[in-house]
């Protein structure tokens, strides 16, 4: 058994440690798949999860997708905004349903020619888990 002052030790060290984790492990940068599951997006572009947070809890977590992902012609454009209106039928899956893999947002997307097209976005590079906290990114 742990003396009470070893457990205060721990406690000081790993808050000291989580302290100098950079950023980018914190998920500063992409990744999101890693530590949030059950991601749905709805008609309006706005993604949602259960994203762990620091202390392993699992919070639903929410990003409006519409603000950070455009078009052009049919395809979907990163870093961008108002795809929403374009692209009518968009979901959120990992391809093949593996779990070790990184979820893709896919739409359905009408070009200049009127046509409807579907792409795929590798959201996973641009989307982290802060602490529970769906950010996009800017890192690339
Ligand atoms: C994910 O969804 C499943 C099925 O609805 C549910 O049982 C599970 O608790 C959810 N996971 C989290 C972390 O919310
Ligand atoms: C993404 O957008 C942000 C904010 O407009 C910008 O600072 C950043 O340089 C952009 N990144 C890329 C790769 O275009």
Not at 96 to 121: G, N, P, Q
């Amino acid at each position: 058994m742990a003396r009470p002052n070893q457990i205060l030790l721990a406690v000081v060290l790993t808050t000291y440690l989580i302290d100098l984790i950079p950023a980018e492990a914190q998920g500063g940068c992409g990744g999101f798949s890693r530590t949030c599951t059950n991601v749905t997006i709805d008609d309006r572009g706005r993604l949602r999860a259960a994203c762990e947070d620091v202390n392993n809890d699992y919070a639903v977590a929410e990003i409006n997708l519409n603000y950070y992902v455009g078009e052009e012609d049919g395809v979907l454009v990163p870093n961008s905004s108002d795809f929403v209106p374009v692209c009518p039928r968009k979901s959120v899956r990992k391809p093949d349903h593996h779990v070790r893999t990184a979820y893709v947002l896919e739409a359905e997307c009408t070009t200049s020619a009127y046509l409807l097209k579907t792409t795929t976005l590798a959201i996973d590079y641009w989307i982290s888990n802060n602490d529970g906290r769906l950010i996009w990114n800017s890192c690339y």
